[in-house]
């Protein structure tokens, strides 16, 4: 049976003696009195909540998945989904990060972000109904009109309605620019959309009262190209002025796609044919609207891999230290039985700390970025919120790439550590892989978050938010000093630091003259970043790890940090070496290569 614990000492570590959450809230007057107490209970609710409530229904639900009624146009979600959507509904958990104005508990984002690893954890096919909706609030919270706040922020707080984002269409994919749905004005301000979307996730279920659609449609007068695209909200139901749910909208699910994983989400084919829509934000600005969902699932994105690679290895784990196979190279270890468990062989060993280390970064980036979103949206400083907001931008495709990338990695070699058992659904291995896969191609594939990175997020400025994410790796150095037992950790890091600007200019130079130069570096560039802020963040680790054991502290945990710490420097971090080399091998053996691919 496949077993999952919340990693709560882990979070815990993060929060309060990496990060020191607790002293970044008292400044902000949201959370000032947000204490370690208050996050470590909440955490703990969660995770009795991800672990008893939704875990046990992951197999099951993506054995049975979503059925749909072609005549009713209706979807059925797996057996207990909808029970653990109200339990969820009933303990306020879709409250817990919203705005207090609209009901909501108003706890900082990165408490929430930690409870979402673990129901993604648990079951990431459920966690997609509500976690849409949270993208779908912080959309409307940010630029819908005060009616609009009025009717919808109080139902997808409270999780009453859940939300979806309804982008793509069957002939355009990331392109946004070429979508064809049209918005036609009517004479009492509000608008008949009409046209159909694909991939829309959470599109159609019977799990909440209401579904609050944001939905990207051209204006009869729209230019072309994204710049013409708008931003509309589209319920399933009618809302009436006082908040009651009218008939049904002209907005019909005509079939689900069939996925390779996440089988008990409900992947819709929306048809909207003439449905009622209201515009959110100005005409011809709704890209820009919804960046602020999609950059919420991008983080989300991230969030989901994290939480499968978390599961995986702690299956993997277990199973190593019972599966008696051959005997450790060095000599019998388990003397007493016929064969030693598989985890004392160092290619078992590789595959495990692999997962755990990924998992360990991502945690550490994943909720840093969390905290840079509360100090973006609560910090009384302009000059911090945009800092915040700045250095946010920078990592956000990293936090959805490399993690979704190694989240890939960490799950097959949790399914490898498993051997035949791994291949079959009876270990719930297969699944967790076939999940991690989505993760790297919706809110955007990696390529395209590379292309983000290194085009816009490096280039666009020159590299000065890079630099000012160097101007931590070098704070943290010199607070090293000439510390030798922190030197293995720095060392490597302020020599990837020192390559990546000489490199950076260069691919901007080369991009000048020929931009498919910056198009061949960018996944490989992606990499080698993603690598530089596991290092920073893995140093950091290994930085309170050697504290407390010198100040006496007996606590396993902290020698367990520093041996994940050394495993990640030595055997993954050298990763970067080739990727280098393959970044200055530039664009010609890829682009000249028409007869090879003739």
Known sequence: MPIYTPPLRDMQFVLHEVLGVSDEFKALPAHAEVDAQTIDAVLAAGGRFAAEVTFPLNTGGDAQGCQHNPSTHAVTTPTGFKQAYAQYVEGGWAALSCDPAYGGQGLPL?????FYEMLNAANQ????????????????????????????????????????MCLTEAHCGTDLGLLRTKAEPQADGSYKITGSKIFISAGEHDMAGNIVHLVLARLPDAPAGSKGISLFVCPKFIVHADGSLGERNAIDCAGLEHKMGIHGNAT??????????SLVGQPHKGLAAMFVMMNAARLGVGNQSLGLTEVAYQNALAYAKERLQMRSLAGPRARDLPADPIIVHPDVRRMLLTAKAYAEGGRALSSYCALLLDKEQQHPDEKVRQASSEMLALLTPIVKAFITDNGYEA??????????????KESGMEQHVRDARINMIYEGTNTIQALDLL????????????????????????????????????????????????????????????????????????????????????ARMAQVALRQMAAGNADPFYPAKLQTARFYFARLFPETATLLHRVRAGSQTLMDTDLALA
């Not at 990165?110 to 930690?114: D, G, W």
């Not at 779908?136 to 999780?159: D, F, R, V, W």
């Not at 799950?411 to 079959?424: A, D, K, P, R, S």
């Open 411 to 424: 799950t097959t070699l949790c399914q490898q550590v498993f051997g035949g058992h791994g291949y079959i």
């Open 125 to 164: 096919a459920w966690t997609m109904y509500p976690g849409l909706s949270h993208g779908a609030y912080a959309c409307l919270h940010a630029h819908g009109t005060p009616e609009q706040k009025k009717i919808y922020l109080p139902k997808l707080t409270s999780g009453a309605w859940t939300g979806t």
């Open 455 to 538: 085009g816009r997020k490096v280039l666009g400025n020159n590299g000065a938010t890079l630099k000012k994410f160097g101007q931590l790796l070098g704070q943290l150095a010199q607070e090293a000093g000439t510390n030798r037992s922190m030197a293995e950790f720095i060392t490597p890091l302020v020599e990837l630091g020192e390559q990546l600007t000489p490199l950076t200019t260069e691919i901007g130079l080369r991009g000048l003259q020929n931009p498919d130069e910056v198009g061949a570096a960018a996944v490989d560039y992606l990499r080698i970043t993603g690598h530089l802020v596991f290092g920073y963040f893995f």
């Open 268 to 277: 819709a084919q929306i048809m909207l044919d003439g449905a009622s829509g």
């Open 110 to 114: 990165v408490l929430n972000q930690c």
